[in-house]
């Protein structure tokens, strides 16, 4: 039997520090999820340029502060 996820609030997704494509999803309902992996692929690319630490995970994260920066959220 699968246990019962408890979707996260906008509002949780902004105040933790990495974002997954799955909450940026929650964040834009109407994008897709490969469009959502390519903005948090972009956004890694961006914090390794800038020198921030890139953690290797699965699924990807990035940083909320910079993923809110580039879409406006």
């Known amino acids: 039997m699968k246990k019962e996820e408890k979707t996260k609030t906008k509002e949780e997704i902004l105040n933790q520090p ?16 490969n469009v959502c ?3 948090i692929n972009e956004v890694r690319y ?12 699965t699924p990807r994260i990035a940083l909320t502060k910079l993923v809110r920066k580039k879409l406006g959220l």
Do not use: A, C, N
Request: net charge neutral; no cysteine; hydrophobic share 30%.
């Open 46 to 57: 961006e914090m390794e340029q800038k020198g921030y630490y890139v953690p290797k995970t």
């Open 37 to 39: 992996r390519d903005y």
């Open 18 to 33: 990495y974002m997954s494509p799955q909450d940026l999803r929650i964040l834009m309902p109407t994008v897709g999820m």
